[in-house]
């Protein structure tokens, strides 16, 4: 059976009660949230039930684009345009100027591809919004997946939309319980191990996961088999996300990124390996396109040596560490010896992404207000994750392995007397020492 929808009840509240307020006056709502994460489902959801205009942006020419939403607007709303209409300026106004006495919704999908059509779209729409937006009851909902255009878009002065919107919603993907919720309904005895694959394959991507559930890959051997397939779209898919974002300098970055999943995730390693300066590359992919995310020790003061980076996106973690590394091998379809060899590193790989995993049920959870990791800088310990609540004045100390047998009692306990030293911190507090393995997942 199809996955039914899950989850997104905050989004859907969000969306309704935006929808109430421009009953009153206009609204301007800006949807983010990397490719495959569900935005359009989730406008769907929202307003299902309700007319409202649903325009894709897409590659055409501006005439062609024109037409369809014509379309759009002749069945939806019943009022015909007269004449062909070539800009999308004159349907904009339409639409705002319709919207003075008729409350309407506009959802307007890849916001960001105007660019490839026409630039100047984004200017022609601010003067007609700034012209229209005090009498026109108009919920206009722009969604789009290219993080990097979009906040362009909406974040950079110099652009004609910047500070028009009047809510910024980012879709992420679901959380651990929804995944959890998710494999119970499509295999209700499923085993820990199972659920650790969903994870670390997926991150909660909607579409990765509806993919997996409605072909019955619900076990992790199931799912290998499913992805490193012949006409599997995941093949493709770190590609597909990426090259749009980084533009012709893709090569650079794909390096960085398969050296950072693959484990090598301090600037000094990395430029080592790469044998240039990256400096510029990794305040890119942190800030402008949000793929990579910095760590370094709890309570530790701002090194660049104490620095490690992570790609903060399972399922491209997943692609680099493997697909895009072996591509080779994907090139020549030899799929038996790519899932052989993901079998094979499976359980160190899976291991960080259980880590990545329990964090987000931490977090999940709400009961502290600062969780960490830490790590000495000689490399001899390191936490896998500290969760202080400053309200409860506790600190909990995690050490995460596969397996409930690896679990060393003693060992984490030195880890932590050894943190309270160097940091000076916590004194006062009440700790715990906590293993945690997939059966507590």
């Avoid at 790519?338 to 880590?355: H, M, N, P, Q, V």
């Amino acid at each position: 059976k199809d996955m039914k929808f899950y989850d997104r009840k905050r989004e859907i509240a969000a969306l309704t009660e935006i929808e109430a307020a421009s009953r009153k006056s206009a609204q301007f709502t800006v949807i983010t949230g990397r490719r495959r994460i569900g935005k359009t489902s989730l406008v769907r959801k929202a307003y299902e039930g309700r007319a409202y205009l649903h325009f894709i942006a897409s590659r055409k020419a501006e005439a062609d684009l024109c037409e369809s939403f014509q379309n759009e607007i002749t069945e939806k709303l019943g009022v015909p345009l007269l004449g062909e209409v070539r800009r999308f300026a004159d349907i904009f106004r339409f639409v705002m100027e319709y919207a003075h006495k008729h409350p309407v919704t506009l959802f307007i999908d890849e916001f960001q591809e105007f660019f490839r059509v026409n630039p100047s779209i984004y200017g022609d729409m601010q003067g007609i919004w700034d012209a229209n937006k005090d009498k026109s009851r108009i919920n206009l909902v722009v969604g789009g997946s290219v993080y990097s255009l979009m906040i362009k878009l909406f974040r950079n002065k110099k652009e004609p939309l910047y500070g028009r919107q009047t809510r910024m919603l980012s879709v992420k993907p679901f959380s651990v319980s929804t995944l959890k919720e998710i494999l119970r309904d499509q295999r209700p005895k499923y085993k820990p191990e199972d659920l650790l694959a969903l994870w670390t394959f997926t991150g909660g991507v909607a579409k990765y996961v509806e993919l997996l559930m409605d072909n019955g890959a619900t076990t992790k051997e199931k799912m290998i088999d499913f992805i490193v397939a012949e006409d599997s779209i995941f093949l493709s898919e770190g590609k597909a996300i990426l090259i749009e974002e980084f533009g012709k300098d893709y090569g650079t970055y794909f390096s960085i990124l398969t050296l950072i999943a693959r484990g090598k995730t301090t600037r000094n390693e990395i430029e080592s390996a790469i044998g240039k300066e990256i400096g510029g590359y990794l305040t890119k992919l942190e800030d402008d396109f949000g793929l990579i995310e910095k760590h370094q020790p709890l309570f530790e003061k701002t090194t660049q040596k104490s620095v490690r980076y992570r790609l903060n996106d399972n399922f491209l973690c997943f692609w680099f560490r493997f697909i895009h590394r072996f591509s080779y091998m994907v090139e020549i379809a030899a799929f038996d010896q790519l899932k052989d060899i993901i079998r094979r590193d499976y359980e160190t790989f899976s291991g960080r992404a259980l880590e990545r995993y329990f964090r987000e049920a931490l977090v999940e959870s709400g009961k502290y207000t600062r969780i960490s990791s830490w790590w000495d800088r000689k490399g001899e310990n390191e936490i896998d994750l500290i969760a202080e609540s400053e309200i409860d004045k506790t600190a909990d100390f995690f050490e995460i392995k596969r397996r409930e047998s690896k679990f060393n009692a003693r060992n984490l306990s030195d880890k932590v007397d050894a943190f309270l030293r160097t940091t000076g911190r916590f004194a006062s507090y009440k700790t715990a020492r906590i293993g945690l393995s997939m059966s507590d997942m």
